[in-house]
């Protein structure tokens, strides 16, 4: 079982930043991918980007591409998401998930665990 908290959320004004964390327990870190995705209200959940279990293959978002970093701190069991030139689009709760194979998938269906949300919320 993997228990996983996010952390770092709140208001932005846009062109703003935020680094959001994601702090893992419950099974070795270093063994499974983590992605982040999020949710707008009243749509679907939707891929943000992804990790590999070493860090050495990421993959992101189109609309998330060239303003969004995922990274991975595994001594301290930790995924980022590094959220640069924040736009009022971005507003969603974000979730951190974790998936037991290194294989890289966009689809909700293709985590098995998932932590929380966390808000954020970006003003015009």
């Known amino acids: 079982q993997v228990q996983l908290v996010e952390s770092g959320g709140g208001l932005v004004q846009a062109g703003g930043s935020l680094r959001l964390s994601c702090a893992a327990s419950g099974r070795t870190f270093s063994s499974y991918a983590m992605g982040w995705f999020r949710q707008a209200p009243g749509k679907e959940r939707t891929f943000v980007a992804y990790?590999?279990?070493?860090?050495?293959?990421?993959y992101y978002a189109d609309s998330v591409k060239g303003r969004f970093t995922i990274s991975r701190d595994n001594a301290k069991n930790t995924v980022y998401l590094q959220m640069n030139s924040l736009k009022p689009e971005d507003t969603a709760v974000y979730y951190c998930?974790?998936?037991?194979?290194?294989?890289?998938?966009?689809?909700?269906?293709?985590?098995?665990?998932w932590g929380q949300g966390t808000q954020v919320t970006v003003s015009s």
């Open positions: 998930s974790a998936k037991l194979d290194n294989n890289y998938s966009m689809r909700v269906s293709g985590y098995d665990y």
């Open positions: 990790i590999s279990w070493s860090g050495s293959r990421l």
